[in-house]
């Protein structure tokens, strides 16, 4: 029997990118994104926010790509497989991280064109500007799906 497991999560970057190189020459580069969704509650009626933080690895010639292009805020839709890994925090506290081990990594935003609704594609072309920043966003209502 076959399996898949994917997972697909638009954010921004919390930090730079940081690149390094392992000693086979392929190259790696880590992305911290956070993911954030707000809802209203239905009891209080106060608007809610939520963020979740992944810890995303890029390999190859588009982690050389990410790392050229990509910048603390920068908003990307990435793809990749994603477990889930315990640890002690600094002050001695259990923790948990989020690993994305990504397939694709997708532009929404670059250092140029931050916040104003360009995009590029992972391979470093210019794909054709959005009229809206927001057209791959979740949607807002997202407490109200049933399931």
């Given at each position: ?48 926010e ?64 931050d ?33």
């Amino acid at each position: 029997m076959t399996t898949w497991h994917q997972t697909i999560i638009i954010g921004n970057l919390g930090r730079d990118p940081e690149l390094r190189y392992l000693q086979s020459g392929t190259a790696v580069c880590n992305l911290n994104v956070a993911v954030s969704e707000s809802w209203n509650d239905r009891q209080s009626g106060e608007r809610r926010e939520r963020t979740t933080w992944y810890r995303v690895s890029v390999w190859g010639a588009q982690a050389e790509t990410c790392n050229q292009y990509l910048s603390r805020g920068s908003r990307v839709l990435v793809t990749g497989t994603v477990s889930a890994r315990a640890y002690t925090n600094n002050a001695g506290e259990p923790a948990a991280s989020l690993d994305l081990r990504a397939r694709d990594v997708r532009f929404m935003s670059s250092r140029q064109d931050d916040d104003r609704g360009g995009s590029f594609d992972s391979g470093g072309g210019q794909a054709p500007r959005r009229d809206r920043p927001d057209d791959f966003a979740p949607p807002s209502d997202v407490g109200e799906i049933p399931f």
